[in-house]
């Protein structure tokens, strides 16, 4: 008989599902002492599952013992973000329409965050992002945003594990500096790009609040379109996209 949860879940999947969430939030790879002090679950246990789930995939043991994810689990990752940035569409096109510049939807993965979803602009000059691509939190505009609903410890070991590379001289190159950044992001409630990740080329993004994960759309396009004026008009749509998507991934669960 399924052993039973207080919620009403069954409780060996939610234990599997909370160490599969450990070794998320510690960068994707973490050993059983790490995993043990961080959970209430018996080492046995712990043990017990992470053999389960290094024989079906879905987390794999290092030579130096350590556990990570499994390759399985980039499958599942895509179909989530695929349904995802379905569901984002009809959004992001209407900042399109009613922007005429491309809008972008991106998730954090491990340390990166992953483009999952565009409606690129009409127009010949635009910021060439692509579906799949990963890219660095510190130096875009949806990872701005991402890494502004995190707290400073978070978002330390995100930027010590994937590096600050700077792409322009105006890429943030310190984590007290991105920190700084992010602060004026909480107070004003958006994040913008501007020309970090390429010259010539500014983004306004913005999170998507109560996301499954974290989550954040934008708006970008050459600074000679992409100016204060159009920061006016918009922000507000990003943040009326942003909650409508919201809306609709509360519905959808």
Known sequence: MAEKAAGGGVQSVERVF???ELITDAGGEVTLS???????????????????LVMKGYARQLPNRRYALGPRLIRLGEGANKQLGALARPQLKMLVDRLGETSNMAVLDSDMVVYIAQ????????MFTEVGRRAHTHDTGVGKAI??????????????RAGMPTPTEKSIGSVEQLLEELENIRERGYSIDEQEQELGVRCFAMAVPDAPTPTAISVSGPISRVDESFADKAVPLLRSAAQAISDDLNLAS
């Open 119 to 126: 409606v690129p602009s009409s127009h010949s000059m635009r």
């Open 147 to 160: 890494l502004a609903q995190l707290d400073n410890e978070t978002v330390r070991n995100i930027v010590t």
């Open 34 to 52: 790490e995993l043990s002090a961080s959970t209430d679950l018996p080492l046995p246990t712990i043990h017990r599952l992470l053999r389960t």
């Open 18 to 20: 909370e160490l599969l």
